[in-house]
């Protein structure tokens, strides 16, 4: 049974239908935690984030607390807020914009304060059309409110936000390709080192770059205090996280729950959660933390949803999406599927990830449609290997950021746990399943 | 002469004061260019290039990175279907396909009577409605065959004017506070502060 006890930290108001106004969230405390921690020393705060071990809620799990203190000192620095969610299958950060922007932008004017930044950007998907409304109706209203500008709640803390959409394109969720877009450049990620903006970021200056719901998380911290939100969780994973479930179950959804408490059966199986199969088939595996993520099978269902203890399995918990399949799905299709949009979603840059995900595409996809051949399974791992050599968990870098060496996760993991599969559609000569 | 009617112009002039530099103010000059014209029309273009201080060759550039952009004329509507993993599991190329056939025309393309284009997308982030159908950026959350086909008489029929708007992602996103200071004004002012939290921190050691 799932353990479910744990605070709501980021979720609490989304059974409101007003949940994204001003009025409700002054009614549920909202702005006490920055009234609060603008009469802390600004180092406080940061260091009740650092307290908490908020890891960072985008994929790489970088503790949040220590990119902060990375921070280059600087007469001018930047906030950059991460809201271009586009790993396949993550919808937290949608559920957040949309239901609870207050929140988020109660958090950026913590964060901001801590770091003692005037400038904060919000780079949030243009396609979240509903959600850049609701997030700059929030940011009027804060202002309004006196939240937000000049002297904020009369101190002497004054701070801007500046909520900018992108226009469609995977790769400006990597923090360097979403600094170039909101510098009004095409969004290639810029070769490292650096390795952290919080040397050279926008504009050339120290920047951060958080997570939407990195950002989320900071009311409750200040309001509760960083040793509450690590007492919950495990390890090194401490909180709650809100898990993005989809694919072949009953109630596909985004739930909050405590980390590492609870396991991956809990939350594709328990009623209050995904209910189970649908048709109560039979589970083949599990994409646990975004499509870049190495696959989980059914024996790995009882591993607590912990960062730390996804990646001694040799995959990664990531963006908090976990994709079920069960045995009506096709892994050949899914796998050409996910390399189709690694595909299209390649900056172009770099050789690797550039050639070896379209001709990847194209073995995949005679596989699945007919025309496959006994040898394009080898050839598969061989083009991997090219990609990222030795097809290892975390993969070898070959290219400029991290899309490239993740193709291989999907193609690696589907031949390794399916092989079987692949060679009935060189049989079959097609897709047994059509 | 503008380009943009004077309220975008307007819109667009308040945007690149926004930013640090105006080249900034690129994605969401483009979005505002496609909500005039439905697409990035050569006037458009020039008009971006000449408020971001770049070429119309740049701007073009830039804008074709983006999958949100159109360099080409498209429907009133754009339809937008997602095929990604969790879509792929609840049907998403059946319903691509049902699309192609409702709206009579090929996934990238225009219906005759250019009511509509089809598009094939990536992951939508609204995955537990799948699969995931959007028009001008709206999610429509129509998962059966039926359910869309109602949907498309629908906006025909001019029933779903409020909910979905015509181009532009921005087109009911309007900033109404700002900061209104002089950066170096606020930089000083922060200055400042961090002095006197200094005397307060060195009191209270004491």
């Known amino acids: 049974m799932a353990t479910l006890d744990a605070p709501r930290i980021v979720s609490s108001r989304a059974s409101f239908e007003d949940s994204h106004t001003l009025t409700r969230y002054l009614a549920t405390g909202g702005y006490d935690a920055l009234r609060k921690a603008l009469s802390m020393f600004p180092e406080d705060v940061a260091a009740e984030v650092d307290e908490a071990s908020l890891l960072g809620r985008g994929g790489a799990g970088f503790p949040a607390g220590r990119k902060w203190s990375m921070l280059r000192k600087s007469p001018v620095s930047y906030l950059v807020v991460n809201g271009d969610e586009s790993e396949p299958a993550t919808f937290k950060d949608h559920f957040l914009v949309e239901r609870d922007p207050h929140q988020l932008v109660e958090g950026i004017i913590i964060a901001a304060y801590a ?53 469609g394109a995977y790769i400006c969720g990597e923090e360097t390709a979403l600094i170039e877009a909101l510098e009004g450049k095409r969004g290639f990620p810029r070769i490292k080192p650096p390795f952290f903006p919080a040397v050279t970021g926008l504009y050339g200056e120290p920047t951060v770059v958080n997570n939407v719901e990195t950002m989320a998380n900071l009311p409750w911290i200040i309001s509760n205090g960083g040793a509450a939100f690590a007492a919950l969780g495990g390890g090194r994973s401490t909180g709650t996280r809100l898990f993005a479930l989809a694919g072949r179950v009953k109630n596909p959804g985004v739930y909050e729950i405590e980390m ?73 299709r899914a796998t050409w599927r996910i390399t189709k949009f690694f595909s299209r979603e390649s900056c172009g840059q770099c050789t690797p990830c550039r050639e ?29 290997d090219n990609i990222a050599p030795g097809l290892t968990w975390p993969p070898q870098q070959t290219t400029i950021c991290v899309l490239g060496p993740s193709i291989p996760s999907s193609i690696h993991s589907a031949i390794s746990m399916f092989r079987d599969d692949f060679v009935a559609h060189v049989q079959h000569g097609g897709c047994p399943h059509d | ?122 992951c939508l982030a609204d995955c537990n ?78």
């Open chain 2, 129 to 206: 409605l799948a699969p995931c159908v959007q028009v001008n950026h709206r999610y429509v959350r129509t998962t059966t065959p039926e359910a869309f086909d109602g949907m498309i008489e629908d906006l025909r029929g001019g029933r779903l004017d409020h909910d979905v708007p015509s181009h532009g992602t921005l087109i009911r996103v309007r900033r109404s506070g700002g900061l209104r200071a002089d950066r170096g004004e606020v930089v000083a002012e922060r200055a400042e502060a961090q002095a006197a939290r200094e005397a307060r921190a060195a009191k209270e050691t004491k």
């Open chain 2, 1 to 122: 002469m503008s380009h943009f009617r004077t309220e975008l112009r307007q819109r667009a002039e308040e945007l690149v004061a926004l930013y640090p530099r105006k080249r900034s103010a690129m994605l969401p000059l483009l979005h505002l260019a496609q909500e005039q014209d439905g697409y990035l029309s050569d006037e458009g273009i020039a008009e971006v290039a000449a408020l971001t201080g770049t070429t119309p060759a740049d701007v073009r550039g830039t804008a074709s990175f983006y999958d949100m952009f159109h360099l080409e004329p498209v429907g009133k509507y754009v339809v937008g279907i997602c095929t990604n993993i969790a879509c792929l599991l609840a049907g998403g190329e059946e319903m691509l396909d049902h699309a192609s056939a409702t709206l009579g025309c090929a996934v990238g393309s225009t219906s005759a009577d250019g009511l509509f284009t089809l598009e094939e997308t990536e």
């Open chain 1, 260 to 332: 590492v408490k609870n396991t991956f059966r809990d939350l594709i199986y328990d009623p209050a959660l995904g209910g189970g199969i649908i048709d109560d088939k039979e589970l083949k595996a599990i994409i646990p933390g975004g499509v870049s993520a190495p696959w989980f099978g059914p024996d790995l269902l009882d591993l607590p949803l912990g960062q730390d203890e996804v990646a001694e399995k040799g995959s990664m918990l990531g963006s908090g999406s976990i994709v079920v399949m069960d045995e009506t799905t096709c892994v050949v």
């Open chain 1, 356 to 384: 070896g995900s379209g001709w990847l595409e194209r073995v995949l996809y005679r596989l699945e449609h007919g025309g496959g051949r006994a040898e394009d399974i080898d050839l598969l791992l061989d083009l991997s």
């Open chain 1, 115 to 167: 770091l003692q930044v005037s400038q904060a950007f919000l780079f949030l998907r243009g396609e979240f059309a509903l959600g850049l409304e609701r997030v700059q109706q929030a940011v009027n209203d804060a202002y309004e409110h006196g939240a937000l500008g000049r002297k904020i709640f009369g101190s002497s803390f004054s701070l801007d936000i500046v909520v900018h959409p992108g226009a």
